[in-house]
């Protein structure tokens, strides 16, 4: 088992950043990928950015890309989310999750564990 807890959320006015961070435990964090989704009201769990075990691979949906940078520090057990020039279609609760496999998949399924998630509300 792994547990994952996110933190960092919270409200920001558009144009404006906020890190979010994912700590784990129950497993050897650096022996996975790992990846961070958002759900806003009404619609499904969309893809955000997952990135390799070592760090060194990083993928991204197009709809964050060159906003968000996704990173992650093994020797802490803790992944990172910073987000910069945040829209008001950022709001969402920020979920990450684990990967026993490749990274290069946008698909739930594919993750095997989920933290509870965080709130980003961007006000306009």
């Known amino acids: 088992q792994v547990q994952l807890v996110e933190s960092g959320g919270g409200l920001v006015q558009a144009g404006g950043s906020l890190r979010l961070s994912c700590t784990a435990s129950?497993?050897?964090?650096?022996?996975?990928?790992l990846g961070w989704f958002r759900q806003a009201p009404g619609k499904e769990r969309e893809f955000v950015a997952t990135?390799?075990?070592?760090?060194?691979?990083?993928y991204y949906a197009d709809s964050v890309k060159g906003r968000f940078t996704i990173s992650r520090n093994n020797a802490k057990n803790t992944m990172y989310l910073q987000m910069n020039s945040l829209k008001p279609e950022d709001t969402a609760v920020y979920y990450c999750?684990?990967?026993?496999?490749?990274?290069?998949?946008?698909?739930?399924?594919?993750?095997?564990?989920w933290g509870q998630g965080t709130q980003v509300t961007v006000s306009s």
């Open positions: 999750a684990l990967i026993l496999g490749s990274i290069y998949t946008t698909k739930p399924a594919d993750f095997s564990f």
């Open positions: 990135i390799s075990r070592s760090g060194g691979g990083t």
């Open positions: 129950g497993r050897t964090f650096s022996s996975y990928g």
